[in-house]
């Protein structure tokens, strides 16, 4: 089995940044990725981001709109993957899960991971 941890979530104000991190533990061979979802009250989970790993190389994905504010990014030594956000707003407020898979499969559908975090808190205030 697989853990997931994530930090770094907290209050910040509307243009701020902050890096969330999710630290794997347990059978992390399994995995080939790991991305990011949130969900905001009333909402349901959507996705943010996603890196995948391979013998080819590393690909990331982002929800369309996020795309250049948020970068994900993977410390393989850590078995870390960190989601950096800049020019946060208020909607961006909600809790950020981490979720990581080890077969194939979409890499924006949450039923496509396996395995997932407690979730952080990022609420962006005015």
């Known amino acids: 089995q697989v853990q997931l941890e994530e930090s770094g979530g907290g209050l910040v104000q509307t243009g701020d940044s902050l890096r969330l991190s999710c630290a794997a533990s347990?059978?992390?061979?399994?995995?080939?990725?790991m991305g990011w979802f949130r969900q905001a009250p009333g909402k349901e989970r959507e996705f943010v981001a996603a890196?995948?790993?391979?013998?080819?190389?590393?690909?990331?994905n982002y929800f369309d709109s996020l795309m250049g504010r948020f970068t994900i990014s993977r410390a393989n030594a850590k078995n870390t993957v960190y989601l950096q956000m800049n020019s946060l707003q208020l909607d961006d407020t909600a809790v950020y899960y981490c979720?990581?898979?080890?077969?194939?499969?979409?890499?924006?559908?949450?039923?496509?991971?396996?395995?997932w975090g407690q979730g952080t808190q990022v609420t962006v205030s005015a």
């Open positions: 979720a990581g898979r080890g077969y194939s499969g979409s890499l924006d559908k949450p039923n496509d991971y396996q395995y």
């Open positions: 890196i995948l790993w391979n013998r080819n190389g590393i690909r990331t």
């Open positions: 347990g059978r992390t061979d399994l995995l080939n990725a």
